[in-house]
C-alpha cells in the first residue's frame, strides 16, 4: 500500500483510544483514506467519517487494485453517518473500464489480515448491472462482524476468502447480487483454511445466489469447515444454497479432476420462496454424510444436464 496518499484530520489520543476524523475529501486529492494501522496493546481505534468522501472516476488513478483497504488493523470501529462515494456510474461505464485491470474488480471495502472488526448499520449500494462490484471481501482475518446492515452490488454481498475464522454475518439484507459466498478456495499455493463463519437473520431478495461455497477442481488441498447457515429468508433467488467444487468461471481449470478441498461440519436452516415452488435439493458425484432433520431431503434429485449458471 505505499502508493496510497494518507490524509488524515485531528488524530488524537483520547481515553486509551485513537480517534480519526475524515471529512470532505475530493478524489483529486486522495486515492485512499485508510492506511495500514498497527495494533496497539489495549487500545481501541475509531475512525468517524463526516461528510462525503469520493474516489477517483478515472481508473487511471488507481496505482493497486484497492481504493478502502482495512489491512492488519485489531479493533477498530467505523463511524459517523458519512458517505463514501466510489463514483463507480461514472467509472465502469468509461470507455475502455472492461479491459482496465482495476476498473472492474474494485470490491466496496478490502479487510485484509485483520482482528476484531465491526461494521455495523453499514450501507453498500450499487447497481444489478455494476460489473464485479463486491460489497465486502474478508481475508485472512479472524474476528470480524458484519452487523444489522444492507448491501446492493453487482457481485457477492459479502465474500470471504482464504484464512478467515471467526466471522458473523448478522442482520444483513443483500440483494440484488450474487449472495453470500465463501471463496473461491484453494486456486492458488498457501491458501489458509476457513474455520467457523455464521450467517444468520439475514435476507437475500432478487439475488442470483443465497449463501455459497465456491473450490476449485484438481488444484490445492484445503479445508472449510464449522460453517453455520441459520435463519435465512430468500425471496426470488435462483439458488438458495450452492456448493460447488467444481467452480471453473473460465473455464481454465483441471474440470475432470475432483476438488482436493474437504467440507466439513457444514450446518443449514434456509426459508425459500419463488416463483418456481419449494426448494429442492440437488446433487451431483456427492456421498454427503448428514444428521438431522433435512427438509427437503439432501441430495433427494440430480443436478440437471444444464443447471441454472451461477456467476
Same mark, same amino acid.
Given at each position: 500500500?505505499?502508493?496510497?496518499?494518507?490524509?488524515?484530520?485531528? /488524530?488524537?489520543?483520547?481515553?486509551?483510544? $485513537?480517534?480519526?476524523?475524515?471529512?470532505?475529501?475530493?478524489?483529486? %486529492?486522495?486515492?485512499?483514506?485508510?492506511?495500514?494501522?498497527? #495494533?496497539?496493546?489495549?487500545?481501541?481505534?475509531?475512525?468517524?467519517?463526516? @461528510?462525503?468522501? &469520493? +474516489?477517483?472516476?478515472?481508473?487511471?488513478?488507481?496505482? /493497486?487494485?484497492?481504493?478502502?483497504?482495512?489491512?492488519?488493523?485489531?479493533?477498530? *470501529?467505523?463511524?459517523? @453517518? =458519512?458517505?463514501?462515494? =466510489?463514483?463507480?456510474?461514472? +467509472?465502469?461505464?468509461?470507455?475502455?473500464?472492461? @479491459?482496465?485491470?482495476?476498473?472492474?474488480?474494485?470490491?466496496?471495502?478490502?479487510?485484509?489480515?485483520?482482528?476484531?472488526?465491526?461494521?455495523?448499520?453499514?450501507?453498500?449500494?450499487?447497481?444489478?448491472?455494476?460489473?464485479?462490484?463486491?460489497?465486502?471481501?474478508?481475508?485472512?482475518?479472524? =474476528?470480524?462482524?458484519?452487523?444489522?446492515? /444492507?448491501?446492493?452490488? =453487482?457481485?457477492?454481498?459479502?465474500?470471504?476468502?482464504?484464512?478467515?475464522?471467526?466471522?458473523?454475518?448478522?442482520?444483513?439484507?443483500?440483494?440484488?447480487?450474487?449472495?453470500?459466498?465463501?471463496?473461491?478456495?484453494?486456486?492458488?499455493?498457501? /491458501?489458509?483454511?476457513?474455520? @467457523?463463519?455464521?450467517?444468520?437473520?439475514?435476507?437475500?431478495?432478487?439475488?442470483?445466489?443465497?449463501?455459497?461455497?465456491?473450490?476449485?477442481?484438481?488444484?490445492?488441498?484445503?479445508?472449510?469447515?464449522? %460453517?453455520?447457515?441459520?435463519? %435465512?429468508?430468500?425471496?426470488?433467488? #435462483?439458488?438458495? $444454497? %450452492?456448493?460447488?467444487?467444481?467452480?471453473?468461471?473460465?473455464? *481454465?481449470?483441471?474440470?475432470?479432476?475432483?476438488?482436493?478441498? &474437504?467440507?466439513?461440519? $457444514?450446518?443449514?436452516?434456509?426459508?425459500?420462496?419463488?416463483?418456481?415452488?419449494?426448494?429442492?435439493?440437488?446433487?451431483?458425484?456427492? *456421498?454427503?454424510?448428514?444428521?438431522?432433520?433435512?427438509?427437503?431431503?439432501?441430495?433427494?434429485?440430480?443436478?440437471? +444436464?444444464?443447471?441454472?449458471?451461477? +456467476?
Amino acid at each position: 500500500m505505499s502508493a496510497i496518499q494518507k490524509h488524515k484530520l485531528h /488524530e488524537k489520543p483520547y481515553h486509551n483510544r $485513537i480517534i480519526t476524523l475524515l471529512r470532505d475529501f475530493h478524489p483529486s %486529492i486522495m486515492q485512499s483514506i485508510l492506511e495500514p494501522i498497527p #495494533s496497539w496493546p489495549r487500545s481501541h481505534r475509531y475512525s468517524l467519517i463526516q @461528510g462525503t468522501v &469520493k +474516489a477517483p472516476v478515472d481508473p487511471g488513478a488507481f496505482n /493497486e487494485p484497492k481504493w478502502i483497504a482495512f489491512d492488519r488493523i485489531e479493533n477498530f *470501529k467505523l463511524s459517523g @453517518g =458519512g458517505v463514501v462515494d =466510489g463514483q463507480g456510474t461514472t +467509472a465502469y461505464k468509461r470507455e475502455g473500464c472492461k @479491459g482496465h485491470d482495476y476498473c472492474c474488480s474494485l470490491p466496496i471495502a478490502n479487510v485484509l489480515g485483520c482482528k476484531n472488526i465491526t461494521f455495523e448499520h453499514f450501507t453498500v449500494s450499487a447497481p444489478d448491472e455494476s460489473p464485479n462490484t463486491d460489497g465486502i471481501h474478508i481475508g485472512r482475518s479472524d =474476528g470480524v462482524n458484519v452487523l444489522n446492515s /444492507e448491501i446492493k452490488t =453487482g457481485d457477492d454481498c459479502v465474500l470471504i476468502g482464504d484464512g478467515s475464522k471467526n466471522l458473523v454475518i448478522n442482520g444483513v439484507t443483500c440483494g440484488p447480487g450474487h449472495g453470500i459466498s465463501i471463496g473461491s478456495l484453494r486456486l492458488f499455493k498457501n /491458501e489458509e483454511p476457513v474455520d @467457523g463463519f455464521i450467517v444468520k437473520n439475514c435476507t437475500m431478495t432478487n439475488s442470483s445466489n443465497g449463501v455459497r461455497i465456491k473450490t476449485w477442481p484438481g488444484a490445492e488441498p484445503g479445508t472449510c469447515s464449522n %460453517i453455520h447457515f441459520e435463519d %435465512i429468508t430468500l425471496t426470488n433467488d #435462483s439458488s438458495p $444454497i %450452492i456448493i460447488d467444487q467444481k467452480y471453473c468461471p473460465w473455464k *481454465k481449470c483441471k474440470i475432470n479432476e475432483e476438488s482436493k478441498v &474437504k467440507l466439513s461440519n $457444514i450446518n443449514t436452516e434456509i426459508m425459500h420462496s419463488g416463483p418456481t415452488g419449494p426448494a429442492v435439493s440437488q446433487c451431483s458425484n456427492v *456421498k454427503p454424510k448428514v444428521s438431522g432433520k433435512q427438509n427437503p431431503a439432501t441430495c433427494s434429485a440430480l443436478i440437471p +444436464a444444464k443447471p441454472t449458471p451461477a +456467476a
